[in-house]
């Protein structure tokens, strides 16, 4: 008899000097502010996380960072390139008060098929990040629980297809830093029907 299917959890990384400048990172990086270190200690003491949870993180380091905290001394992250956030290409580094001007950004920003010069459109993303949650989730036992660290594009397409609709970035605000999105492990199911 097989026990309780396990819980997927997806985690954005703690605040960057980055965010609270209000710049766009993409595949850039930037440290993690102070405050940031100690709510993400707290959040992986609250997730209360038991050595039979499995713990996956984009390789970029503030979210990598973020993963190590939240996991404690009982978890080890595993960095996972399949997981980084969006590579917007050309925006990357732009201010977002830059790309409010920018009569380019809301395709960009908005629709699946449009790719910025040298990056990814959410349509690349959203197969890149799906394809590996799917696959995590076949390989791990029914039981394990799924804690993924990553970003903020990452997580609102997940949060959409899980929550039975599509992500419109009009309509959602970014998730704060450490948002947790919380679901049965058997609801990634849904994300086959998406890529």
């Known amino acids: 008899m097989s026990g309780t299917p396990g819980r997927f959890l997806m985690v954005r990384h703690g605040k960057t000097t980055a965010n609270a400048g209000a710049i766009l990172m993409g595949r850039t990086d ?55 956030e969006r590579h917007f290409g050309r925006y990357t580094l732009t201010p977002f008060s830059d790309l409010a001007q920018d009569p380019d950004w809301p395709a960009v920003d908005t629709r699946y098929d449009v790719r910025p010069d040298g990056g990814e459109s959410l349509h690349d993303v959203e197969t890149r990040v799906f394809t590996r949650l799917l696959d995590l989730h076949s390989t791990l036992t029914r039981e394990t629980t799924l804690i993924v660290v990553g970003h903020s594009t990452c997580w609102r397409l997940v949060e959409a297809v899980l929550n039975h609709r599509r992500h419109d970035p009009f309509d959602e605000p970014i998730p704060p830093p450490l948002t947790v999105l919380e679901h049965p492990r058997t609801a990634l199911d849904v994300l086959r029907e998406h890529i």
């Open 30 to 84: 930037a440290p993690l502010l102070p405050e940031s270190l100690e709510q993400a200690g707290r959040l992986g003491r609250t997730l209360a996380l038991d050595t039979t949870a499995v713990i996956y993180s984009s390789d970029q380091p503030r979210a990598l960072r973020t993963a190590h905290l939240i996991s404690g001394p009982a978890l080890r992250p595993i960095p996972d390139e399949q997981l980084r």
